[in-house]
């Protein structure tokens, strides 16, 4: 079983960067997909960028070009790296693994408990 927990989260102004970490327990170097989801207060959680095993991303239309997924196989760890920090992207961010690749996922969904993003003015 996948244990995820994530860190980094904190209080950022805008425009500035911010980088979370989240530790897998088991392997992540083959077979799942890591993503980065968010939920801001009374809103839906929402998908904010993806890795593959094999190296391949997407990314939300909202972060494209200011956000970068990766990962460290070796420390079984992916990491989301925040520049340009905007209001809206408060929010608790959340990492999550499932099996597959980009185009097609299956089985357990597993996800950490969340660390908080707060961006002010």
């Known amino acids: 079983q996948v244990q995820l927990v994530e860190s980094g989260g904190g209080l950022v102004q805008t425009g500035g960067s911010l980088r979370l970490s989240c530790a897998a327990s088991?392997?992540?170097?083959?077979?799942?997909?890591m993503g980065w989801y968010r939920q801001a207060p009374g809103k839906q959680r929402e998908l904010v960028a993806r890795?593959?095993?094999?190296?391949?991303?997407d990314y939300a239309e909202s972060v494209k070009g200011r956000f970068i997924i990766s990962s460290d196989n070796a420390k079984n760890t992916v990491y989301l790296q925040m520049n340009s920090l905007k209001l809206e992207d408060t929010a608790v961010y959340y990492c999550?693994?499932?099996?597959?690749?980009?185009?097609?996922?299956?089985?357990?969904?597993?996800w950490g408990k969340g660390t908080l993003v707060t961006v002010s003015p």
């Open positions: 999550n693994a499932r099996r597959g690749t980009l185009s097609l996922q299956y089985g357990v969904i597993f």
């Open positions: 088991g392997s992540i170097s083959s077979g799942y997909v």
């Open positions: 890795i593959a095993s094999g190296g391949n991303t």
